[in-house]
């Protein structure tokens, strides 16, 4: 039987780290390379001092560094906290993709916020366009934020960042109960009323959703949700979305 632990209220700043691999109270773990360099090269972690642990997999795990070598360091894993911190509501997010530092921030913040997946999507006024085969790196920095966001955060389970897909594909998927689309300057209804708590959300570009690709979500169930009376940037409006979400639901 596993023991559990609770985060030390005398040591909110234990470091947190991802790995990618098995987790056992009362086994020994070699770190992996990510997790080696930052605690043990960047933060110049000694034998003898803790962190939590997670894996993706649902938890977390207390360790100790037991040994630490030139190029390597074992850990003790001593408790286990099932714990995972994710919202009441399962959101997955269509975000249009944008250049630069506006999708790490929309992604950043999203995880934060506790959305369970990332779908990219391109759009008629899509600024980039990314193929698969091509652009891996950028779809694993992407993850990577979203790992570096959970590592911050509490969160124990990593949202995916899904390859892209035009906005149309995606429309013919299946889709949660509850459909939502950001879309400025329509007349905004009660969108939370009925809403279930699993939830699809639309985020537009930089330039917005055309009329026509408002027009195709709606005929595919998704809600016209205005958000106050300014028309928010792409990477502020999952960060707006999702507050009120978490705050509501």
């Known amino acids: 039987m596993q023991s559990c632990f609770v985060p030390s209220e005398s040591n909110p700043y234990m470091p947190r780290f991802f790995i990618e691999a098995d987790l ?13 360099h930052h605690w043990v090269k960047v933060l110049r972690a000694q034998a003898g001092e803790a962190a939590t642990l997670f894996n993706g997999q649902g938890g977390e795990y207390e ?23 994710t919202p009441k ?25 506790g959305v369970s997946e990332i779908q990219l ?16 790196k950028k779809l694993d920095h992407w993850q990577g934020i979203a790992i570096a966001a959970c590592e911050q955060c509490g969160l124990n389970i990593v949202p995916k960042i ?6 149309e594909k995606w429309l013919e998927t299946e889709l949660p109960k509850t459909k939502l689309v950001l879309a400025p300057n329509k007349d905004e209804t009660d969108v939370l009323a009925d809403a ?11 330039g917005g959703l055309s009329e026509a690709e408002i027009t195709a979500a709606n005929a595919k169930g998704f809600l ?22 978490n705050y509501n639901l």
């Open 63 to 85: 360790v100790t560094l037991t040994e630490v070598a030139k190029k390597s360091a074992t850990v003790s894993v001593n408790a286990f906290n099932p714990a995972n911190r």
């Open 196 to 206: 279930t708590l699993d939830i699809a959300l639309l985020i537009g570009p930089e």
């Open 89 to 113: 509501f399962q959101a997955l997010l269509g975000q249009v993709m944008s250049k630069g530092d506006r999708m790490d921030y929309a992604i950043q913040k999203a995880v934060e916020l």
């Open 162 to 167: 899904l390859a892209p897909i035009s906005l």
């Open 24 to 36: 056992n109270v009362d086994t020994t773990v070699e770190l992996t390379e990510t997790v080696f």
């Open 121 to 136: 999507l391109t759009s008629d006024r899509c600024e980039m366009r990314l193929k698969y085969d091509r652009d891996q």
């Open 224 to 245: 016209n949700w205005c958000i106050g009376e300014r028309v928010l940037r792409t990477e502020t409006a999952p960060v707006v979305a999702l507050s009120i979400l």
